[in-house]
């Protein structure tokens, strides 16, 4: 049975998931949600995900939220994508690098990224108060990334891993206001550029669809 995808298909947590399926080569069936009649807010949705928040997955049954915890349930299902490094080792220097897109990327690039994606997607206003004092600290641990990555392609190694594929969707969307935050630092620059280029990224540039085959 296809995965069913109940998502926003223009929302960023959507496209996480949906760029890891790409990757994967996993087919999926996007199911939209009415989310301007507040659709994810009813009882119905409530039930599958208590948070009344997209994307939530159901594979013939079995539900799952929280859009990272999509994509590692869908790579432990395909290990040997090596999304998620099986070796000891391998695997910790993978957790350490989702554990700091998780706790140091998402609260600033992340939170950021968002305003500037929603301000450019549906008009909504930036408050600066709260998003101006996030930059000079991504710029701070941007300056750990380049260090990291100055010694490996990827933040776990040199293969790439959930880790590095966690940060698109809100990556992509921090230069908006014209920060050179992402590109000024080499290897910050080279990691971003590629992550962006992706196909898999690329591929829904214009919003998630249902992707029945690759
Ligand atoms: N941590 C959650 C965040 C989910 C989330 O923030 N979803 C947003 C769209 S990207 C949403 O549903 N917003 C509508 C709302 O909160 O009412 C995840 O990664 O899935």
């Known amino acids: 049975m296809v995965l069913k995808l109940y998502a926003v298909s223009i929302s960023t947590c959507t496209r996480r998931t949906a760029t890891v399926f790409h990757e ?3 087919p999926f069936e996007l199911i939209e949600v009415d989310w301007r ?9 409530l039930e599958k995900q208590p948070f009344g928040q997209v994307p939530y997955l159901d594979d013939d049954g079995f539900i799952v939220y ?16 090596g999304l998620i490094p099986a070796d000891p080792k391998a695997n910790a220097l993978f957790e350490q690098a989702a ?3 998780l706790t140091r990327f998402e609260p600033t690039g992340g939170k950021a ?16 108060a709260v998003i101006d004092p996030l930059m000079p600290v991504l710029d701070k641990t941007l300056e750990g990334y380049d260090a990291i990555l100055g010694k490996s392609r990827y933040l776990a190694g040199d293969t790439l891993t959930l880790a590095d594929l966690f940060h698109l969707p809100h990556i992509s969307y921090v230069g908006l206001q014209g920060s050179d935050v992402m590109t000024k630092r080499p290897n910050v620059a080279r990691w971003y550029n590629e992550l962006i280029g992706r196909p898999s990224w690329l591929a829904y540039v214009d919003g998630v669809k249902s992707t029945l085959g690759y």
Not at 66 to 81: G, L, T, W
Not at 113 to 128: F, I, N, P, S, T
């Open 37 to 45: 009649n507040r659709a994810h807010k009813t009882a119905e949705f």
């Open 113 to 128: 990224g968002l305003a500037y994606y929603a301000q450019k997607m549906q008009g909504v206003a930036v408050d600066k």
């Open 99 to 101: 554990s700091v897109e």
């Open 24 to 26: 994967l080569k996993v």
């Open 66 to 81: 929280e859009s990272r915890a999509i994509c590692r349930y869908v790579a432990a299902k395909y290990p040997a994508s």
